[in-house]
């Protein structure tokens, strides 16, 4: 009997709401890895993440039942309850509406989960904003500056 094969790997990244720099060093790895939780109880696969103070990347092999924007909803909703739920900051954490979500092919995963375990390094050259605008550049979106994230730099 036949079966399904595929072979689909993607960067999800969005931004703590307000661009505050809520995810502490102290907690970072706890949220890393409830995160990749969250990815593994969907079927998929978390194959790198950084969760960097006031944003997150997140390379995933996707399983093909699930849909990007679900993965997407579902990461931000059960982390930031569950943030919440931990008392990692006073008040209430939300991530901003919206995400990025970049494809990429087998051939690229190593290069692209050392830039996102390197997002220290890397962001000591390039603000959040010149980051993703630059995805948005090399994957030719067309976007409308009015619906991008609260940048504060």
Not at 54 to 83: E, F, V, Y
Request: aromatic share 14%.
């Amino acid at each position: 009997m036949p079966n399904t094969y595929t072979q689909i790997y993607v960067q999800i990244v969005f931004a703590v709401q307000g661009r505050l720099n809520l995810i502490t060093e102290k907690h970072r790895e706890k949220v890393e890895k409830y995160i990749c939780g969250i990815i593994s109880n969907k079927k998929s696969k978390p194959l790198a993440i950084y969760c960097n103070p006031d944003h997150t990347h997140i390379l995933i092999g996707l399983h093909p039942s699930i849909s990007i924007s679900d993965m997407a909803r579902d990461i931000k909703a059960n982390s930031s309850k569950w943030i919440n739920e931990q008392r990692f900051i006073m008040g209430k954490f939300n991530w901003q509406e919206g995400y990025g979500a970049f494809t990429y092919s087998k051939s690229q995963i190593d290069t692209v989960a050392k830039y996102i375990i390197n997002q220290p390094q890397h962001h000591k050259k390039a603000t959040f904003r010149e980051e993703y605008m630059n995805f948005l550049k090399k994957f030719e979106i067309d976007y409308n500056e009015k619906y991008l994230f609260e940048f504060n730099d």
